[in-house]
């Protein structure tokens, strides 16, 4: 933060200049509101363009207060101090800083250090832009609500609606904007306190009426912000709805829901250490996620709030209007044409913001969903916590405070030195060297329905790249059953004995534990394998497809027969028959499909399963056949030897598989003997609508692992040794499954201890390559770098609190 040279956004990497303007383009400019995005583009864009006329509309008075502290991370602040070193200046000598994070939690705190904040008071950072803006002759009218957008956009050249997350703008164009509003479930309260808080604190407190989560940080001498937030269904049980509804009788604009807030200070009082609570304007609301498809129209451009929203938990809002401002001005400075510039600002942020969205999204369905947690010992849950949003790891954490991930390793039960994933797990009877799966990776090489050559080298391959356990992709337990004519079977005896080659030739050269998925296709099947003309293309001959109920998969997909209670005996025994052979073949572990849209998940989504019979109608029918497949193949099966089952837990499509029906099968599956679930989402209807993005399928292994106890794999997404070792360390899951990264680098297992330095049991180099267990050095690797400094700073303490301690007297 000391040293601010890095520009903010990762594609403006030149500082900005006050060069004399070398554009023509929006000499002209209304502003629609004087928030912080609104004020400091309007200073940036004057300071760029000294003759440029800018007209700041502001419907509140210059000395309207509202809200508390914002709060900020080093990165925003180095953008800040490199466009106008002025307004970095003036806020700096305001900041609140310090660098730890308490989680009070269950009655205990857990600090985690070297996280580097800074707050300040919101009207604070409000009146310092107001001054820059008086400063560089911006006209700010107050008590001004701005003329129709319209109007504006025929008199300027250019309209920045900056008009905040209710934003008019956003909805008089609607039409082009095609704004996406996602009102959230948790009520929440923003409020301040006189108790100082020494550092940024969450306290998850848990009550009768469920869990209360507070959100605070000191943002000056003699306050903090904090924030109260609740799930919806406890916030009634708590009252609060009746006491709110009682505020909104006699409402005003200003006024504050005041029995809501002595009612917290009164849950809360534990951590208020006898301070009070302070409204302002402060009532119960519901966070919204504001999305825009387009966030320009002609003249017309979205900026902060009124474009996006981040969730409060990850202390963005602020942040996100300040870099569109920044990049806004300097894309009018830089670009030739007002088209040009408003297109080249949208092309920069978006991916900023959408990427930002992701971790709020994340870290808000952290705190929505936090019950599901509650169960945890305070070390894991501190560290769950700081590891929600998905962007800080198990690495960051370590590299900022190695203490407190010593701490929570060690409460974990994990041996000192022994990073997560190279821990061993137990499954049935079969000891697994480490928690990194690969997953079941279909080859789509086969002919005459055997093991192809390649399938054999990609087993052999994974195998000696170190995961604990391979598994191959799927099997297809009849001839109907196959998704498409390059997928290999196990139905008879020549694929028995072709397996069974397979695993010998693996087990010739490594001990890897290898595991083989049985599946079922069902209304999937009888498809092209994937190529370049796409994936799920049906066969011009295919054959007839079986399914719960006679829905064809896309509009080019034939229609399948709905089975009936014949063809399902027969596929029950098919699996059990396909078990057996996998057990003689070899095979230490064996997986069932029951997700991505095949037979069984066919069966398990209310979207696909119409039955009227005992398979079809409530999950309890619906979950029936997949129960029989399971018990036959348990019985198939030697005991001991772990048997997995792979869901959708969820179908990403409206009426599809809900949270608590995931949690109602893994229960069942596990009650049926399943050793571990290997949770996926998804594939089960054409128009799904899944939100890729990093482990976005985690949080349902971690839902299923919390209301279950039954072991997880999550996958999907996780695709670096950090992000493994935070979802293990979290308790997200027990195994990590990596797929398209251990295609990228099939020893991607190995790679990660030579990386991460371990070299212990969980890491097992195949003899012959021992040679090469050690990372290769790179090509700067001689040179060595001269001293630049005079003299080096000494390194930040782990450890800062708020306020600083006063210095000694001398
Ligand atoms: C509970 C809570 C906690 C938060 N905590 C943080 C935090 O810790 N850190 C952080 O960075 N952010 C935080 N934020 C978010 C932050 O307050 C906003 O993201 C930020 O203020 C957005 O700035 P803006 O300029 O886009 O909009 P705003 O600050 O909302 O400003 C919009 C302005 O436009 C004016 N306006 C609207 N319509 C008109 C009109 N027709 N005519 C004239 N004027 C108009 C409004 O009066 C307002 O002044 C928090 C938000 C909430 C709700
Ligand atoms: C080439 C390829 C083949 C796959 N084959 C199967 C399969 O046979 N069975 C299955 O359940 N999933 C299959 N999957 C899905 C993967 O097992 C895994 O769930 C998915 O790739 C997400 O993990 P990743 O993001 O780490 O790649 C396949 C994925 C790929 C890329």
Redesign the pocket.
């Known amino acids: 933060m000391t040293t601010p040279a890095r520009a903010t956004t990762a594609a403006r990497t030149t500082p900005a200049r006050a060069t004399p303007a070398r554009t023509t383009t929006a000499r002209r400019i209304a502003v629609i509101g004087a928030g912080p995005g609104g004020l400091y583009f309007a200073a940036l864009a004057k300071r760029l363009a000294p003759h440029r006329e800018i007209t700041v509309f502001e419907r509140d008075g210059r000395e309207d207060e509202f809200g508390f502290g914002v709060v900020f991370s080093d990165e925003t602040l180095d953008g800040i101090a490199q466009a106008d070193p002025e307004v970095f200046a003036a806020i700096g000598a305001e900041f609140a800083r310090w660098s730890d994070i308490d989680v009070r939690y269950a009655g205990e705190v857990r600090t985690c250090g070297g996280h580097g904040f800074a707050a300040l008071d919101r009207n604070r950072l409000r009146a310092i832009l107001q001054r820059r803006c008086e400063q560089l002759a911006v006209d700010v009218r107050y008590r001004t609500p701005a003329p129709a957008a319209d109007r504006l956009a025929a008199e300027y050249d250019l309209v920045v609606a900056a008009d905040g997350i209710h934003s008019g703008t956003r909805a008089a164009y609607a039409d082009t904007f095609r704004p996406d509003l996602d009102e959230r479930h948790c009520r929440y309260i923003w409020l301040a306190t006189d108790k100082v808080f020494e550092a940024f604190t969450f306290i998850v407190e848990r009550f009768d009426f469920g869990t209360l989560q507070v959100h605070a940080y000191p943002y000056s001498a003699t306050r903090s912000t904090f924030i109260v937030e609740i799930a919806e269904d406890a916030w009634r049980r708590a009252g609060f709805d009746a006491l709110a509804a009682l505020a909104a009788r006699e409402p005003s604009r200003g006024e504050s829901d005041e029995a809501s807030v002595r009612r917290c200070a009164d849950l809360l009082a534990g951590h208020l250490d006898g301070h009070r609570l302070i409204p302002n304007a402060s009532r119960w609301i519901r966070f919204t996620t504001v999305r825009n498809a387009r966030w320009r129209h002609r003249n017309v451009v979205l900026l902060g709030d009124a474009a996006h929203s981040a969730h409060f938990s990850i202390g963005s809002g602020t942040k996100l209007a300040l870099e569109d401002a920044l990049a806004l001005a300097a894309s009018l400075h830089e670009q030739p044409s007002l088209e040009q510039a408003l297109a080249a600002y949208e092309a920069e942020r978006r991916p900023v913001v959408e990427s930002t969205q992701r971790a709020a999204q994340a870290s808000l369905e952290w705190f929505e969903t936090v019950e599901r947690r509650t169960g945890q010992g305070a070390d894991r849950f501190a560290f769950n916590l700081l590891t929600r949003s998905r962007r800080v790891t198990y690495g960051n954490l370590r590299a900022r405070d190695p203490g407190f991930v010593d701490a929570v390793d060690a409460a974990a039960g994990g041996p000192p030195g022994v990073p997560p994933m190279f821990r061993p797990l137990k499954l049935g009877t079969l000891e697994l060297r480490n928690r990194v799966v690969v ?6 090489t086969s002919a005459d329905t055997l093991p192809s050559g390649f399938d054999r080298a990609q087993l052999t391959g994974h195998a000696l790249g170190g995961a604990g356990l391979v598994l191959a ?2 099997a297809a337990v009849s001839p109907g059953g196959r ?1 498409t004519d390059r997928c290999p079977g196990l139905w008879n005896d020549r694929q028995e004995a072709a397996w069974r080659e397979l695993v010998d030739a693996v087990r010739a050269v490594s001990d890897t534990a290898v595991g083989l ?1 049985l ?1 079922h296709a069902g209304r999937r099947g009888a498809t092209a394998a ?1 190529g370049p003309d796409g994936i799920g293309r049906p066969l011009a001959d295919g054959w007839p497809l079986l399914a719960a109920s006679p829905l064809p998969w896309g509009p080019d997909s034939p229609a399948p027969h709905a089975a009936t209670a014949a063809q399902l005996a027969t596929v029950v025994a098919d699996f059990a028959e396909a078990a057996e052979r996998a057990a003689r073949a070899g095979f230490d572990a064996l ?1 069932l ?1 029951f ?2 849209g095949h037979l069984l998940s066919g069966f398990l989504s209310p979207l696909t399963n119409h039955r009227t019979d005992r398979y079809g109608g409530r999950l309890a029918h619906r979950l029936r056949l997949p129960l029989e497949v399971l018990a036959a193949v348990r019985a198939a099966w030697p005991a001991g030897r772990p048997l997995l089952v ?1 869901i959708s837990a969820c179908d990403w499509a409206p009426g599809g598989t809900t949270a608590p029906e995931a949690v109602t099968i893994g229960r069942a599956l596990a009650d049926g003997g399943a050793d571990a679930v ?1 949770v ?1 989402t998804g594939e089960v209807v054409a128009h799904q609508r899944p939100p890729y993005g990093r482990g976005y399928q985690t949080p349902f292994a971690e839902l299923i692992r919390a209301a279950t106890g039954l072991p997880t794999i999550a ?5 670096g040794h950090d992000d493994a070792n935070s979802v293990l360390l979290a308790g997200r899951a027990d195994l990590v ?7 990228y680098d099939p020893l991607w297992t190995l790679h990660a201890a030579a990386e991460q330095g371990y070299t212990g049991p969980g890491a097992h180099w195949p003899g012959p390559w021992s040679a090469g267990s050690r990372r290769p050095p790179g090509p700067n690797a001689d040179r060595v770098a001269p001293r630049l400094h005079l003299l080096t700073e000494p390194a930040a303490p782990v450890h800062r609190r708020w306020p600083p301690p006063a210095p000694e007297p001398h």
Do not use: Y
């Open positions: 997953p079941p990776l279909a080859t789509f992709g799927m998704a998925q599946t994937p997986e499909q997700g991505h792979r290997d996926s996958v999907g997404a996780i695709s499954a990596i797929g398209r990264a251990q295609l």
